[in-house]
């Protein structure tokens, strides 16, 4: 009997479409459904548009030390990219920036996000590094 590979090859694009769609399911079941907001920012980082680090105050130590930790919103990550970025300066100067991340939905197999930055002003925000691998790296900076 001689093979059909007419017949093997469209079972093998079936399969195959089927996986991927599959696959895309998986993905959007991972998406974190929810708004995240941070508080205690001390510093804005802007890596490149649409990709920010904070330094947030975490506490204080038992000697009085601040102690600070980082969080990142970041377009790019696997699977996870950023409608808007938007900067609100209505954060009174004596009051510690925030910002807020929300969930807005799913295409395809990316989970896609809104976020604000609540500043002081736009001078609270600063250059930072980025590495895109074999592409390149460099530093973003502040134009004033």
């Known amino acids: 009997m001689v093979p059909n590979y007419g017949k093997l090859l469209r079972m093998s694009a079936v399969l195959m479409t089927l996986s991927a769609a599959l696959l895309g399911c998986a993905q959007e079941a991972e998406c974190k459904q929810s708004t995240r907001r941070i508080d205690n920012i001390a510093r804005v980082f802007m890596h490149q548009p ?6 947030i105050h975490f506490v204080d130590s038992d000697d009085g030390y601040p102690i600070f930790n980082v969080v990142r919103f970041e377009d790019g990550k696997k699977f996870s990219h950023y409608l808007s970025i938007v900067f609100v300066a209505d954060v009174a100067p004596e009051n510690p920036m925030w910002a807020r991340e929300e969930f807005v939905g799913v295409a395809g197999e990316n ?6 930055i609540h500043i002081h002003s736009p001078a609270d925000i600063s250059g930072a590094g980025w ?13 004033e």
């Open 50 to 55: 649409k990709s920010y680090s904070f330094l």
């Open 111 to 116: 989970c896609i996000y809104s976020a604000e």
């Open 131 to 143: 590495n895109h691998g074999k592409s390149g790296s460099g530093q973003t900076n502040v134009v």
